[in-house]
């Protein structure tokens, strides 16, 4: 193997070429190719139903691509299926916890199935709650919680085994505003470790915090850069008016 | 190997599996209390003799022959005698009331008629309307009014009676359907209850989301079955253990044989039945669709097992279709290990069939679950 090789591996999380989902007559994704950079916090974007959800379960090995390649964390998306799944955490749209497990039992579940036991395990579930600041509601049941702690607990969840990369869908939607900010602060000090996170959201506040973007319309990725060149690509003036301007115009092409 | 589950997350699964399953009131409640109460119902309900046919006797002979036979009726069984009568009317009236199912009448001349040598004649009138009642007054009464005449032609002539055949009902000498029944509800239970609540475990999952966050992890295919089967491996234990006791103390279902040998068959039994449950569950996409394909794999389950109905009258066909079935050798070995104290010698080959059933459905289901949420 090339050196030029090796350093491209290191330097890119996510790489796709051409990858295409389909359900039925339904393109969900159409000829994507991304590319997420190690380490950097990678937002996507895009109206309801534009394939986000679509791009990251196919990323996370929850569907299989219809066509086209990708390599996640150096593996190839394909052949190397449990590879992939040792390096990624994942937090779904939907709360995907176990409503009658306790904040410590799903927390401690997760982190035992990454394979961590005895008194790492121990230490580990010590660190996240002092990380997300769970220790409060630690014995309450999950399907008790309020939207942000939910929240904070899915990201204690599938951060458990301190993943290389990791894949947030809507993460603070229904979340309120501090609980928000909070949460982007903890975002920030996973990249800061190292961590690649790619985040889908519907807030131009969070996409601005974003350090590269990706837009997604009707499973086409149709832009891709920093907040700042996005809108200049298209002629508008902030990201917002960007996003109004394609659902604009895909209900002209729908109708 | 245990090292190998070790590492593929089957022990954060077990664990996880038993809190939910603690917490889980409607289950719980389902596999423990439903079973005994169904077992109560079926056992008292379900009964394919009679026995005890409210009886009037209106004895017009008065004699000691004629109180002869109404004893010989009595210690049938079928006939339980409530009162005498004075007239026909009243038999007519009292088995139009429903107060008595059958009317035993003798005339005025039947001690004459035997002192003379004559045939005799006594009359049972039966409320037919019941085909169970009637069928059983009538081998009742056909019984008595046998064993009678043999014993009067016996005194006659001095001797012996010339024929007698003797029935000896091995097993169940008092031929009483609880004995046969209630090992089969037991059955029927277990392999309901397995089959339904393993049916919704795994969809229920898919159906909360939780799939979908589970599949992500590195966690194995076999450990995420296996977590999800063996809790209620543990479950269909306590099931069992639940009806059989009751079985014991209400019905008095005799335990003749090894309860060690029938709790080792059990498991793979069990095991079995969770099998097809956890088939159905990864095959389906939501819980309702689980619960009718659930009742359609009970129903051949309870009709062609040889449950209810003995499977040697059956069609060729239906016997074919019992022969896949996990509840039809299970029968065998529990009416065998209960009833005739049947030893593994006896019944190896219905063993042999649960245990292959139960591996080949398990590793089926393993083999078919996909770690994706399509
Ligand atoms: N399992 C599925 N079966 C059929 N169609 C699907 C499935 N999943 C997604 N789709 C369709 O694919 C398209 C993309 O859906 P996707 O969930 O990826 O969008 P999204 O960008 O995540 O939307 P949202 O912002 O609402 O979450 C939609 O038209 C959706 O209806
Ligand atoms: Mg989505």
Known sequence: MSTALDTVATEVAVQTRGLRKTFGPVVAVEGLDLEIRRGEVFGVLGPNGSGKTTTIRMLCGLL?????????????????????????????????????????ENVRFYAAVYGLRGAALDARIVELFEQ???????????????????????????????????????????????????????????????????????????????????????????????????????????????????????????? | MLARFRRAGLWPMLRKEFIQLRRDRLTLAMVVVLPA?????????????????????????????????????RNTGNFRVIGSVASRAEVRRVIERGEASAAVIIPPDFAANLKRGRSATAQIVVDAADPMAASAAISGAALAGAARSSAILAQRTGG???????????????????????????????????????????????????????????????????GKVLPFVAVGYVQMTVVLVLGKLVFDIPVRGSLLLLYLIAGAFITANLGIGLLISTAVKSQVQATQLGY????????????????????????????VLPLTYFLTVLRGILLKSASLSAIWPETLALVTMATVLFSLSVLRFRKTVE
């Open chain 1, 64 to 104: 299989t691509p219809s066509a086209g390649d990708a390599t996640v964390v150096g593996y190839d998306l394909r052949s190397q299926q449990s590879e992939i799944r040792r390096s990624i955490g994942y937090m779904s749209q939907r709360f995907g916890l176990y409503d009658d497990l306790t904040v410590r």
């Open chain 1, 132 to 255: 997300l600041e769970l220790t409060p509601r630690a014995e309450q049941l999950a399907g008790k919680l309020s939207g942000g702690w939910k929240q904070k607990l899915g990201l204690a969840c599938a951060t458990a085994h301190h993943p290389k990369m990791l894949f947030l869908d809507e993460p603070t939607a229904g979340v309120d505003p501090a609980a928000r900010r909070r949460f982007w602060e903890i975002i920030y000090d996973l990249a800061r470790d190292g961590t690649t996170v790619l985040v889908t959201t519907h807030y131009m506040d969070e996409a601005a915090r974003c350090q590269r973007l990706a837009f997604l319309s009707r499973g086409h990725l149709i832009a891709q850069g920093t907040a700042a060149e996005i809108p200049a690509q298209f002629g508008e003036r902030t990201i917002e008016d960007v996003f109004i301007e394609l659902q604009r115009r895909d209900e002209g092409e729908a109708a």
């Open chain 2, 37 to 73: 109460v169904q077992l109560l119902l079926f056992g008292y309900a379900i009964r394919t003799e009679v026995r005890n046919l409210p009886t009037v006797v209106l004895d017009e002979s008065q004699s000691s022959e004629s109180r002869a036979l109404i004893d010989v009726m």
């Open chain 2, 160 to 226: 012996q009676p010339p024929l007698e055949v003797r029935v000896r009902p091995w097993y169940n000498p008092g031929m009483r359907s609880e004995a046969y029944i209630v090992p089969g509800v037991i059955g029927v239970l277990l392999s309901i209850t397995s089959l339904v609540v393993m049916s919704l475990a795994v969809v229920r999952e898919r159906e909360r989301g939780t799939l979908e966050q589970l599949v992500v992890t590195p966690l194995g295919r076999t450990s995420l079955l296996l």
């Open chain 2, 296 to 323: 359609f794999v009970m129903l051949p389950n309870i009709l062609l097992s040889g449950f209810m109905f003995p499977r040697e009258s059956m069609p060729e066909i239906a016997q074919w279709i019992g022969l």
